[in-house]
């Protein structure tokens, strides 16, 4: 009998990766709940995953003038604290993580990075807002998904339940 993981006929991009890199762009620290049950459904379902927390501040003048400083320099105490607390919650879900704090124009940043890190997916929660709050908002999903150069936007639900976001 002969094994194969592929098939000579299956294109290579429809094979799954061996790790789905998951990128977690995180504004309070319930946004890291969605995701964290997202990650542990897909785990559950035997998908190997890698999250990668994100916030971004906004980026200030006094960034502007020191261009040469390293990435996340300027991060304050809120977004520290917001991401400590963000990696402890994935820690005791057992899931593999790094954290990011970055500066800038959000959506750019968020899609930045997840090309930058090779991420599948870009995670955010859906908290259920109707359609004419999303709207009156500008719905940042929409805007990634119409942005994405190469990551699928989900949105996930309290329960880690996710529905992909078309542009």
Same mark, same amino acid.
């Given at each position: 009998?002969?094994?194969?993981a592929?098939?000579?006929?299956?294109?290579? @991009?429809?094979?799954?990766?061996?790790?789905?890199?998951?990128l977690?762009?995180?504004?309070?620290?319930? #946004?890291?709940?969605?995701?964290?049950?997202?990650?542990?459904?897909?785990?559950?379902? !035997?998908?190997?995953?890698k999250?990668?927390?994100?916030?971004?501040?906004?980026?200030?003048?006094?960034?502007?003038?020191?261009?040469?400083?390293?990435?996340?320099?300027?991060?304050? +105490?809120?977004?520290?604290q917001?991401?400590?607390?963000?990696?402890?919650?994935? @820690? =005791?879900s057992?899931? #593999? /993580?790094?954290?990011?704090? /970055?500066?800038?124009?959000?959506?750019?940043?968020?899609?930045?990075?997840?090309?930058?890190?090779?991420c599948?997916?870009?995670?955010?929660?859906?908290? !259920?807002?109707?359609?004419?709050? =999303?709207?009156?908002?500008?719905?940042?999903?929409?805007?990634?998904?119409?942005?994405?150069?190469? +990551?699928?936007?989900?949105?996930a639900? @309290?329960d880690?339940?996710?529905?992909?976001?078309?542009?």
């Open positions: 009998m002969h094994a194969c592929t098939s000579p006929a299956m294109p290579s @991009q429809f094979v799954a990766p061996a790790v789905l890199q998951l977690l762009p995180l504004k309070h620290l319930a #946004d890291v709940v969605h995701g964290a049950r997202y990650a542990r459904r897909l785990q559950e379902w !035997g998908i190997a995953v999250v990668s927390l994100l916030h971004v501040q906004p980026a200030s003048r006094r960034e502007a003038l020191y261009q040469d400083a390293p990435p996340g320099a300027a991060a304050d +105490a809120a977004s520290t917001l991401m400590q607390e963000a990696e402890l919650y994935l @820690q =005791r057992h899931l #593999d /993580f790094a954290s990011f704090l /970055f500066s800038g124009e959000l959506a750019f940043t968020i899609l930045d990075t997840a090309e930058m890190l090779g599948h997916e870009i995670v955010l929660p859906d908290n !259920g807002r109707s359609l004419w709050q =999303r709207r009156l908002r500008g719905d940042l999903a929409s805007r990634l998904a119409r942005a994405s150069r190469s +990551a699928t936007i989900v949105l639900a @309290q880690g339940v996710s529905t992909p976001v078309s542009p």
